[in-house]
């Protein structure tokens, strides 16, 4: 039980905003797939390839890269007149400590931001 003079401090807007769209981007199975599969192979994917992999509609998958590009989850490079994609190994290795920041649980350096 918390006392009057007791103030719960709550995560920061901006980083709770930041976390928010974490999760927002990773609540659909297909981009789940996508960074799963981007971060297996550790190595550039066109569209082409990525379309192959998951098995939808090239369009499907350029939204889906498009919303995973946007939180940084995925970097993207542009070669000729393609796309190249490949996992952000130093965003998505954050998403963890944002999911026990949000469910109370301790982190490693607490007041420390990751990401």
């Known amino acids: 039980m918390m006392l009057e003079d007791e ?8 980083v709770a905003q930041r976390y928010a769209s974490w ?8 981009r789940v797939q996508i960074a799963e599969l ?15 992999a998951v098995g939808l509609a ?19 490079e542009a070669s000729g007149s393609a796309n190249l994609y490949r996992i952000n190994e130093n965003c998505l290795s954050c998403f963890p400590t944002a ?12 007041g420390e931001t990751p990401c």
């Not at 103030?7 to 901006?14: G, I, P």
């Not at 999760?23 to 297909?30: C, E, G, N, S």
């Not at 026990?100 to 490693?108: E, L, Q, T």
């Open 58 to 76: 090239q369009s499907t998958i350029s939204q889906h890269l498009k919303i995973l590009a946007e939180v940084r989850f995925v970097l993207v």
């Open 23 to 30: 999760f927002r981007a990773l609540a659909d199975p297909t």
């Open 7 to 14: 103030v719960e401090e709550l995560l920061d807007r901006e």
């Open 38 to 52: 981007l971060a297996r192979k550790r190595e550039q994917m066109s569209v082409g390839q990525i379309t192959t």
């Open 99 to 110: 999911a026990d920041v949000v469910m109370g649980r301790p982190v490693a350096a607490p």
